[in-house]
């Protein structure tokens, strides 16, 4: 067996080895470098809107982000996406969502369904999955929801985002774990601020569908 001490001579006296060395370790770090997956524009501007805004601390919240989770979960590497697959890759998100440890399946498309057709789908999914028994839920963005409208103007991002960039995304996660969230929340003053309705539809009505799991 060589010494490290012959490995270092070899390594100093044969210029043509450590040559054909350095060229090898040149092209397993090149081979990796072409390996790595490019990060689409879509989700270049999710991660910039939660790093630059849904992390960041606000008065209207009680001092809280307006997503008090999100750091975490990007520190843990729990969020995964799937982009412009259509409803057909966000059906494929749900049947799956179960099959590995992500917390956050972010589906996200540049070709906009209607708001009220989304919406409303995923509502359906959500009814079906309480229904059925299972820890699922699908919370909805979309461009043609007006946020400042809503009475939530706390939640408008004031330019973090690209505003080249138009698509809708839906959230998969953990039914239970929201609420969870959605407990510590109430108890901190997080939503003192949120109009009423938004309130009981954001909460209460999601807490309706975990307790429907619960039966």
Same mark, same amino acid.
């Given at each position: 067996m060589?010494?490290?001490?012959?490995?270092?001579?070899?390594?100093?006296?044969?210029?043509?080895?450590?040559?054909?060395?350095?060229q090898?370790?040149?092209?397993?770090?090149?081979?990796?470098?072409?390996r790595?997956?490019?990060?689409?524009?879509?989700?270049?501007?999710?991660?910039?809107?939660?790093?630059?805004?849904?992390?960041?601390?606000?008065?209207?919240?009680?001092g809280?982000?307006?997503?008090p989770y999100?750091?975490?979960?990007?520190?843990?590497?729990?969020?995964?996406?799937?982009?412009?697959?259509?409803?057909? $890759?966000?059906?494929?998100?749900i049947?799956?969502?179960?099959t590995?440890?992500?917390?956050?399946v972010?589906w996200?498309n540049?070709d906009?369904?209607?708001?009220?057709?989304?919406? $409303?789908?995923?509502?359906?999914?959500? *009814?079906?999955?309480?229904?059925?028994?299972?820890?699922m839920?699908l919370?909805?963005?979309?461009?043609?929801?007006?946020?400042?409208?809503?009475g939530?103007?706390?939640?408008?991002?004031? $330019?973090?985002?690209?505003?080249?960039l138009?698509?809708?995304?839906?959230?998969?996660?953990?039914?239970?774990?929201?609420?969870?969230?959605?407990?510590?929340?109430?108890?901190?003053?997080?939503?003192? *601020?949120f109009?009423?309705?938004?309130?009981?539809s954001?909460?209460?009505?999601?807490?309706?569908?975990?307790? $429907?799991?619960?039966?």
């Amino acid at each position: 067996m060589l010494t490290r001490h012959k490995l270092l001579s070899l390594w100093n006296n044969e210029p043509e080895l450590r040559g054909r060395l350095q060229q090898l370790v040149n092209t397993v770090s090149s081979s990796k470098r072409k390996r790595k997956k490019p990060v689409h524009p879509v989700e270049r501007d999710i991660r910039k809107w939660s790093h630059e805004f849904l992390e960041k601390p606000s008065d209207k919240l009680n001092g809280l982000p307006p997503c008090p989770y999100a750091k975490q979960a990007w520190l843990e590497d729990k969020v995964i996406f799937s982009i412009n697959t259509g409803l057909d $890759g966000l059906t494929e998100e749900i049947k799956k969502f179960d099959t590995h440890d992500y917390d956050i399946v972010v589906w996200a498309n540049e070709d906009l369904p209607e708001m009220a057709y989304l919406d $409303g789908w995923c509502d359906g999914v959500n *009814e079906a999955m309480s229904i059925a028994g299972v820890d699922m839920h699908l919370m909805v963005f979309h461009p043609d929801y007006d946020a400042e409208e809503a009475g939530l103007d706390f939640l408008v991002d004031d $330019g973090v985002t690209d505003d080249t960039l138009e698509y809708c995304m839906v959230f998969v996660q953990l039914l239970s774990k929201l609420d969870d969230a959605a407990l510590s929340l109430e108890k901190s003053g997080y939503y003192k *601020e949120f109009p009423e309705w938004v309130y009981q539809s954001l909460v209460l009505d999601r807490r309706k569908l975990r307790n $429907g799991n619960e039966r």
